[in-house]
């Protein structure tokens, strides 16, 4: 084969493994978007005072959310605040978690039920605070934003909004991860 047709023919190989690629990819997310909303109609089904709110990629789940009736108002987590919260992490890879799945927590009771084992965990069950900044994770970052102190619930986005492409630690690449959460402190510093 001539050079001159040689070329042509491979920028259209490598156009059309690119679009399988992506199309492989939106599936992905698709099936990941799926599992989303099966979580998050199976708990607020269980839970009737639950709210969900979407904001970008990002979806939260509140859970027993009657806390401004108890309280009244109470002010909502903003970008570039700092907020303390204790979580745990897990991937997503169907309509559920479980300890299994756990990738990250801040609280011993959660990692003992995952029978995670550590050599010293003086230093890593206790209260978190974060800025939310967008140094975080770009589903974490929207889903945290409008939290309120005492809120429980979990935050749920697909890979897209995850770590994409990155393996992070035990997360594999493109990931759907739900955060459980449990805000102590909004600070507004």
């Not at 995670?116 to 939310?132: A, G």
């Not at 770590?163 to 102590?184: C, D, H, K, W």
């Amino acid at each position: 084969m001539k050079r001159s047709t040689l070329i042509p023919v491979l920028l259209l190989l490598t156009g059309l493994i690119a679009a399988c690629t992506k199309q492989s990819l939106q599936a992905t997310y698709d099936r990941q978007t799926s599992y989303i909303d099966n979580f998050v109609a199976a708990r607020m089904k269980a839970d009737t005072n639950a709210t969900l709110t979407r904001n970008g990629g990002s979806y939260r789940l509140t859970l027993a959310d009657t806390l401004d009736r108890v309280l009244g108002e109470r002010d909502s987590l903003q970008a570039g605040q700092r907020v303390s919260l204790w979580y745990a992490c897990f991937t997503l890879s169907g309509n559920s978690i479980s300890t299994s799945n756990l990738v990250a927590t801040n609280v011993k009771e959660i990692a003992e039920m995952a029978q995670w084992e550590l050599s010293d965990s003086t230093n890593i069950y206790r209260l978190d605070t974060v800025v939310v900044d967008k140094k975080l994770v770009e589903g974490l970052y929207l889903g945290l934003q409008g939290v309120q102190q005492y809120d429980q619930g979990f935050i749920l986005f697909t890979g897209q909004y995850g770590f994409g492409n990155i393996v992070r630690g035990t997360i594999p690449a493109r990931s759907a991860l739900v955060y459980q959460y449990m805000i102590e402190e909004i600070l507004n510093d």
